[in-house]
Every structure is written in structure tokens, then in C-alpha cells.
């Protein structure tokens, strides 16, 4: 039986990543989260009565609070999801990005090797404490962005270009460090655009079908032809479960669907999907610095751990197309707080 602290698990991959878990293993599951904009635990509704299931509302810069948690739970495994995560809110206020994305992945794995009576490294004993690993979930985007051709894979520099990208190839450098240092059993998991139910509507494919029903513009940035490399929220999660249960230590693993869209087209296909104009599509100004291309080679998980993406784009496109429909309700609680001054602030 193991006890997964998951932090950040009200948000979009960790909702869905806390029920995954919840239906496919019988491990207890803490998610800890602060419950900032993105948090909303209307995603873990149907969930909330599990036995196995476990809500703390804290802080991951907050060591004490970290600490408590991992004495009350006997924490084994840390999944840490937790983050801000816009690359938009990122350019506007770079520095709860390093707070959150830095300080506060540097405050958990130093509350785990507290926790796991792990000893300084020793060139003469390498052997990793057995039955507990810390998990940062990090992002495509440390590797900066591609021309037409070429591919991330794991030893591509990091090169971020962004504050987000940038907090997140930092965060990645603390865990490499207490690994190396301290014998701490690491994985760091690269992953790249997720898309599915509970999105929030900051980000572009839950925007665009909200703002398509309601009939308003739809903004595109710059040309529309930057491409993403775009992957089903449920694979994700069974990629990061598969590198929990088999991922060798200290390793870094890139997960990516082998699916690459440009923009426009996710923005085409979702108009007509639901009936709409194009004319309905309004190009805006650039994002700064906006990357043109990320492309994830998932040889090495796909090889190395047996894991391959289940769901086809068309399908899963369509699936969370319907989604965002039939649950009216969740999107409406959710842009009736601060999303619209949000809004009007960031495309103005
Ligand atoms: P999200 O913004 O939907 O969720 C972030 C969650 O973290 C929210 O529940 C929020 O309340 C919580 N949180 C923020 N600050 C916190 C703090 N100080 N303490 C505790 N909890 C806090 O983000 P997401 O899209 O679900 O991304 C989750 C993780 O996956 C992030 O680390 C992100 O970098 C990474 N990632 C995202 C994608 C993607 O396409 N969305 C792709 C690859 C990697
Ligand atoms: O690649 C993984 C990353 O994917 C994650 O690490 C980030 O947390 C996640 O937010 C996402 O970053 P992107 O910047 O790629 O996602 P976003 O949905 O913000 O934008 C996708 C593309 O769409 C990007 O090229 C910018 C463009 N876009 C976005 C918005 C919100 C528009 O053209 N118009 C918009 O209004």
C-alpha cells in the first residue's frame, strides 16, 4: 500500500490523474493543494467519498504544512503537479512563477529526504533508499522551441524561453540535484500539451470551444501556425503511473503523442464541429517570445517502460469537444469568478 502525496491534484492533469489512480490501484492518494485560481475541487466531485482519498488545502512553499502532512500520511511517494501554469500569466507576473514553480518543488523534496532519512551522496555508495521516489512533473517546454525539423528527446539542452519554462527547467535542476546529492529516488517526466475534461479556460482548446459557443471572437495568436505536439489528459496520467512503477532512478522520461497540430487547425476543427462561423476567428497580437514548435521523440518510454498513448486526436478531440458541452455547469462556476477581469485584462 502506498501514500502518494499529489500535489496540485485539484487542478486540470491532477484531477484527473487523482481519479485515474483512485480506479486503477488500490494506493492511498493525498492530493495537497492550494487551491489558487486553477484549483477547484469541483473536478474530484464524483470522487470525494473514497476511502483512499485524501483533500489537504496547503501551500507547497509552506514548510511546516509539508512537514505535517508527511508525518500524518507516512508520505512514500511525492507526485508534484503543483504549479502555475500559464505561459500568458508568466510574462505578466513572472514572479510567483519562480516562487511557486522553484521555491516550492525545493521545499517538498527537501521535506522528503528530511522524511526519508536519506544520507549526503558517497562516490563509494550509490544505492537509492528502496519503496519511496519523488515524481516533478515537468514540461516539453524546458527544451525551447523547434524549427520545421527535429524532435525533443531527453538530452536535448534545455533552452526555456519563457518565465513558466523557465521556473520549470529550474525545478527540474533542483530534483536532478538532490538525487545526485543526496540518493533521493527521482524521475522528472517531460510531458507535452494535455488536453481534456477540466481545463481551465485560460488555455487554448477550452477557451476556444467556450468562447465559440457563447459566439464570441476567437484569438489567435500571431499566424495561428505554431505547432504543439497535443496528448490526451488519461494518457498522460497512465505515462506518469507507468514511470512511478517502473521508472529507473535519477532518470528523465519525454511523454508526447506523436501528434502534432498547428493551431489554427485545433481552432478549425472545433468551429466546425459545433456548427460555428469562421469568421467567428480573430487574429490578435503575438505572445512575446512565443514558441514556434514543440515536437516530444517518446522513444525512450515508449522502449524502455512498455507505455504508448491509447487515444487517437479525432476521438479525443471530439470526446472533450462533447465534454465541455454536456458540463455547462463546471465551465459557468467556474468563469463567474475572477476569469472574466482575467479575460477583458489579456485581450484587451
Ligand atoms: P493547473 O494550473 O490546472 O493546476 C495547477 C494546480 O496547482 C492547481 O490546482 C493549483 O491550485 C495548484 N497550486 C498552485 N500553486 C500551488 C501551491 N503553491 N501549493 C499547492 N498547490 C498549488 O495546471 P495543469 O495544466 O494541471 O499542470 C499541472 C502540472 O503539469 C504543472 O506542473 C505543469 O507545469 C505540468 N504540465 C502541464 C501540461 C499541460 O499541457 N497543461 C503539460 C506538461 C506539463
Ligand atoms: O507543452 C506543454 C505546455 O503546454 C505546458 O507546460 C503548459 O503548462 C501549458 O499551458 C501548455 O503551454 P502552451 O503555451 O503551449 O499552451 P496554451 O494553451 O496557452 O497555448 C497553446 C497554443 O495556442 C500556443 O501556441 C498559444 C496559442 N494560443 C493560446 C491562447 C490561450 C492562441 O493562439 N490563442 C489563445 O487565446
Redesign the pocket.
Known sequence: MKNILVTGGAGFIGSNFVRYMLNNTNYNIINYDLLTYSGNLNNLKDIKENSNYHFVHGDICDKDAVRKVFKEYSIDTVVNFA?E????RSIETPEIFVKTNVLGTSVLIDVAKENWKVKPNDKYDKEFIKGVKFLQVS???VYGSLGKEGMFTETTPLSPNSP??AS?ASADMVVLAYHHTFNIPVNITR????YGPYQFP????P??INNCQQGKEL????D?Q?I??WLYVEDHCSAIHTVLEKGKDGEIYNIGGNNEVA?MDI?KLIINYLGKDESLIKH?KD?PG??RR?SIDNTKITCELGWSPKYLFDDGIKYTIDWYVNNKEWMDDVISLNYLEYYKNM?K
Do not use: F, W
Request: proline letters at 3%.
Open positions: 504549479a501554469s500559464h505561459v500568458d514540461t516539453d517546454e513558466y519554462s520549470k510531458c507535452s500539451n494535455n485560460e488555455k487554448l482548446i477557451l476556444m484569438p489567435v495568436y500571431g495561428g505554431q504543439r505536439d493551431n481552432v490578435v505572445r512565443h514558441d514543440y485581450y
